[in-house]
């Protein structure tokens, strides 16, 4: 099997490609490394490994030849920067990811798999699941979102199998780490490591779902491996573990010192995801307890 993994140097992406090679594939990686949350890049030596953007159709088309799976993780990938450079998320999330599909479908791929994101559930009464309405606060859920629909177009007029997934807050080893839009996590365990107090958004009640990396690269493998109905693509899947903290929660399991800091525009109150459409579909299950392995961090 020949894998091509976008974005495969971050965060998603690298997790994604060293299961790949474990599991005897070859992998072509595109990443540009244009993610400015993180603190480095994780190219795997074993993987064959191309600086590119995904929007570049010219020099990326030929690395498509011969490739089986695609998972399609590459993006701009954070709400808070979308807001300040919209122009960019909307060009490199949907321009992007059109090319991807393109060069997929000109070389007959047989799956691609897109990381798409929970913020497109925005005000959506919890807890999450894929027929509610879409209700994008911001332009980053929005390109990821017509992101969804462009895979969905692909598979109905081209027939070009896809799966895409909202995930719901990732976070484990690789996470990033810089700037003050890492995810929380991440961020909250490096103000710890430096004796820095951990900075809250607003009043710390917002509810999020949490999802493992390792839960993350599970389900990427059973949507490219596991052969279901033809009925189950072009169609979107909710990956998230189906429990909720408040991040005054997660904050008080990482540290005392704390301090909060004014609430931020355009993000959901509450995150909170169904995941039986996924578990029923493709056997699923997360297998990450959050607060077990906040445990395990020193």
Not at 18 to 29: Q, R
Not at 190 to 195: I, P, T
Request: with cysteine.
């Amino acid at each position: 099997m020949k894998s091509l993994v976008t974005g495969g140097a971050g965060f998603i992406g690298s997790h994604i490609v060293d299961k790949l090679l474990e599991m005897g594939h070859e992998v072509v990686v595109i990443d540009n490394e244009s993610a400015e949350s993180n603190e480095e890049f994780y190219w795997n030596d074993k993987a064959q490994n191309y600086k590119y953007d995904v929007r570049d159709y010219k020099n990326t088309r030929p690395l498509y030849e011969g490739v089986d799976y695609v998972f399609h993780t590459a993006a701009e990938a954070r709400i808070q920067p979308a807001i300040l450079n919209p122009i960019e998320a909307v060009s490199v999330n949907c321009v992007g990811t059109v090319t991807v599909l393109q060069c997929a479908r000109e070389v007959g791929v047989q799956k691609v798999i897109y990381s798409s994101t929970s913020s497109g559930y925005g005000y959506n009464d919890p807890p999450n699941n894929e027929d509610q309405r879409d209700d994008c606060l911001n332009p980053y859920s929005v390109s990821k979102v017509a992101g969804e629909k462009l895979c969905k177009i692909y598979t109905d007029l081209f027939g070009l199998k896809t799966v895409f997934f909202r995930y719901f807050n990732v976070y484990g080893e690789r996470q990033p780490l810089r700037g003050q839009y890492a995810p929380v996590i991440g961020i909250f365990l490096r103000q710890r490591s430096n004796g820095d107090p951990l900075t809250i958004v607003g009043d710390g009640e917002q509810l999020r779902d949490f999802t493992h990396i390792s839960d993350v690269v599970s389900a990427n493998i059973l949507a490219a491996t596991v052969e279901v109905n033809d009925s189950s693509y072009g169609k979107l899947y909710n990956v998230g573990n189906g429990v909720n903290y408040s991040i005054n929660q997660i904050a008080n399991s990482i540290s005392d010192n704390q301090t909060n800091i004014p609430a931020r525009i355009g993000e959901s109150r509450v995150t909170l995801a169904d995941n039986t459409k996924l578990k029923e579909t493709f056997g699923w299950s997360p297998k990450v307890n959050l607060m077990d392995w906040i445990k395990e961090q020193k």
